[in-house]
């Protein structure tokens, strides 16, 4: 087996909890990985959330470290990298004003229908991400544990995705996280994000790795190993963190 030359990740809930600060723990690792091989992050989680999650909590990475750092928001919508001063845009698949509005639309009215509208909410449960649409169930800011409670089968968000998918036939509508459905253009999902990366870095897919937890077929990690990337299955980021652990001292 090639040692690889860029290790990816999902971010929440393989390298942090939902939404939460990666733990110093992940964060050496990330670095000394960084000393290593090129790193690159690909999850639903929009821009600022990268920065705060990941960018904040690795201290004093140098230029030559955060060059290795490619960042993928929204599912690989977006993609930044290091310019030598800060993380800057190297491509963002927007959406259409028109298109926002319908997949806004068709996730309301469709969570209404099948009784999947929260009216008690922790924070919004729609948001526009700019090249993305994402659906929370339970809200934004809804507490991990009662996320992971909600739909541990999955069935949920299957019926749906299937509903809006009907609706949205020019988008791509994927199940997300533990409560989220993700919208983007067409044919625009992690696995995308993984063949931009090779075209940026030309470091071809045999010789990356990825981590994550929902490798799952219909999960939103599912198109990275269906890509043929050879994908490692995780539970949560202290999962990581040992598999980690293992891979260090063999680059």
Known sequence: MNMPRLVAFDLDDTLAPSKAAIDPRIAAQLRALLQRVDVAII????EQQFRSQVIAQLGDADATELARLHLLPTCGTRYLRHDGTQFATVYAHDLSDDEKTAALQALHEEAE???LWEQSPWGEILEDRGSQITFSALGQKAPGDVKHQWDPSGAKRALLRDAVAARL???EVRSGG???IDITRA???KAHGMTALTEHTGIPLSDMLFYGDRL???GNDYPVLALGVRSVAVSGWEDTATKLDELLPTL
């Open 178 to 180: 533990s409560t989220s």
């Open 113 to 115: 229908r099948l009784g």
């Open 216 to 218: 799952d077929e219909g």
């Open 169 to 171: 036939p020019g988008l």
């Open 187 to 189: 044919g625009i999902d």
């Open 43 to 46: 999850s639903g989680g929009n």
